[in-house]
């Protein structure tokens, strides 16, 4: 006998008649307290920080006088260098798209992934590899100096724009090559052909087919890039060195240096409403209207290098990649293990050539400094604040994604709250952290998990994105199925929805441990003296003088890109990593 619809079932097969809409009713309870959690999190440790860096800045701007010459000079370089950074970048990644949807070459799919590795590389990293290659001791610098003999490098570009403009090309060309170049790949290239079957040249048929449609994702990818560049902090601290100000830069020089919060709180409210607007416009851009097209079939349009202008123009492309991309990462794994300079107050025979020395210094406090961390606790610190962002982002982007399984007014309310973070500067957030949370009990500086906390933030819509599709994709006669038969609620969705979504939550989780171990904005504000992070340590090492202190700071950076290398190929593994517009 059929069971009726307005039948609850239990255990025992019996129930009792619910009125018609009690069903609904219950759904929304569910959903609410599935938010529950989600909410309070959010209210509590991004909200009340927020809300105070606004008081802050009202009150600072209503009480005191304003160098607004501190916030205007900061932002127009800040518009400038992300602009020209944008250009730059577009003026790379569109060949470079070109090139991977268009041709086959010997070790296409290994090129493709090292121009998406500086994208995933925490920033600080991202900074070490240019300066291992194009720094004072760098290897391209102690090359020309050894060769000619002269005590002076050849390439002076640090603490220039010249070295911000290479490192944002360097880590947001992926964002133009895959967006892009995904798109590209979903176009119908006998469009193309019938253009030239009319008579149109090479050129005119890209620029009159071809780019008006790949126009909405070149926008998309530009947009994108310019917001990372606008944000940017660790590459604008560590290679533009102290003349140059950025908004982010501004804020922690305002907050760190000078003690003079309202400032700080003016210019992050300023670099937050910036930040606002790009984002407006880049979903704008994306939502725009496209010509459906016809997908074309795998590999539909590339072509080995048949001819000499193929073979050049792909050798040139191909070159250009290597030494962009290949480079840097090669230079700064291999400056690890090289020592190619006497270290601070050597006396005795340096023993240049290949040694372990500087990852074994990582173990050692050699000046027995009761002020000094080895690199090894930054590195166990970094690692338990990323197992506990692991934890925090995991149960709370886990109930997170269960509630948005029920599409009603709340949970579009909440998806949108959930994804403030993204466009949140990370030094804003730590600034809003030290205007809250400073006496107990909850004090950041007894308080360690803030850190995670900070961490989980921003790691919280990586994690809802990833586990949503997949429990959306769990059809719902499995669960009634189950609940017919007498299961319980937990014990159907540990049974039916977790064997399902295991494998997003492992990619989610490994997203959060990435995200940790590379956040260094928050973290710069958040972290005490005695237990710092990895970026935190890269950063003060690389501030030193001493062949020994670049050293170790190389160690940490190459540590942790192997560790963000592992954790991407992984996830490429396991086949559910995509890099295209709609993901980003």
Not at 166 to 176: G, R
Not at 278 to 297: D, K
Request: aromatic share 12%.
């Amino acid at each position: 006998m059929p069971i009726s619809s307005s039948v609850s079932p239990t255990e025992g097969g019996a129930g009792r008649p619910e009125k018609r809409g009690s069903l609904p009713c219950k759904e929304n309870t569910q959903t609410a307290l599935f938010w529950l959690a989600p909410a309070a999190f959010f209210l509590l440790f991004y909200f009340y920080p927020m809300g105070a860096v606004f008081k802050e800045s009202w009150e600072g701007a209503a009480e005191s006088a304003i160098n607004w010459n501190r916030v205007f000079g900061p932002l127009g370089f800040t518009l400038w260098q992300a602009a020209l950074s944008t250009v730059l970048t577009l003026v790379v990644g569109l060949p470079s798209a070109y090139l991977f949807t268009n041709y086959r070459f010997p070790f296409k799919s290994i090129l493709r992934g090292m121009t998406t590795l500086p994208f995933i590389l925490p920033t600080v990293v991202a900074a070490a590899a240019i300066n291992a290659l194009y720094g004072p001791r760098g290897w391209i610098n102690l090359a020309w100096m050894a060769a000619t003999g002269n005590t002076s490098p050849v390439i002076d570009i640090v603490n220039s724009l010249t070295a911000i403009l290479l490192a944002h090309v360097f880590y947001n060309t992926a964002v133009v090559i895959r967006v892009t170049g995904s798109a590209w790949e979903k176009l119908d290239t006998r469009l193309a052909d019938a253009s030239r079957m009319l008579g149109a040249s090479p050129f005119q048929a890209f620029w009159q087919v071809t780019f008006p449609l790949l126009l909405p994702s070149i926008l998309a990818s530009s947009v994108l890039v310019f917001l990372f560049d606008f944000t940017s902090f660790g590459v604008i601290l560590m290679l533009g060195g102290p003349g140059i100000s950025t908004l982010e830069t501004e804020v922690y020089y305002q907050a760190l240096q000078r003690l003079n919060l309202p400032m700080a709180s003016i210019i992050s409210i300023i670099q937050l409403v910036c930040t606002i607007f790009i984002g407006l416009f880049y979903n704008r851009v994306t939502r725009s209207a496209q010509i459906p097209l016809m997908p074309r079939m795998r590999a539909a349009g590339q072509t080995g290098t048949t001819t000499w202008r193929q073979r050049v123009l792909a050798a040139v492309l191909v070159s250009g990649l290597v030494i962009l991309f290949v480079l840097p990462v090669f230079s700064l794994a291999t400056r690890s293990v090289a020592r190619l300079e006497a270290e601070r107050g050597q006396r005795n025979e340096v023993r240049y050539g290949l040694t372990f020395d500087y990852y074994q210094e990582l173990f050692i406090n050699r000046r027995q400094s009761i002020f000094y961390v080895p690199p090894v606790e930054a590195a166990v610190n970094s690692l338990v604040y990323a197992t506990e962002t692991v934890v925090i982002s995991g149960i709370l982007g886990m109930l997170a994604a269960l509630a948005q399984r029920r599409r009603n007014v709340l949970t579009r309310i909440m998806d949108a709250l959930l994804m403030l973070p993204l466009g949140t500067s990370a030094v804003t957030l730590g600034l809003g952290y030290i205007l809250v949370f400073n006496r107990p009990p909850l004090d950041i500086r007894s308080f360690p998990l803030f850190i995670a906390i900070a961490h989980s933030l921003v790691a919280l819509p990586f994690v809802i994105r990833t586990i949503s599709p997949a429990l959306a994709s769990i059809p719902d006669s499995l669960r009634h199925a189950a609940a017919t038969l007498g299961a319980t609620p937990f014990r159907v969705w540990l049974e039916i929805d977790w064997p399902i979504i295991a494998r997003s939550a492992l990619v989610a989780a490994i997203f959060s441990f990435t995200i940790s171990l590379g956040e260094f904005g928050a973290t710069t504000f958040l972290s005490r003296p005695d237990k710092p992070t990895l970026p935190v340590a890269i950063f003060r090492f690389l501030s030193q003088p001493g062949a020994l202190n670049y050293g170790q700071a190389m160690a940490m950076a190459t540590f942790l890109m192997i560790v963000c290398l592992v954790g991407i190929l992984f996830m490429e593994r396991l086949k559910v990593f995509e890099f295209d517009q709609a993901s980003v």
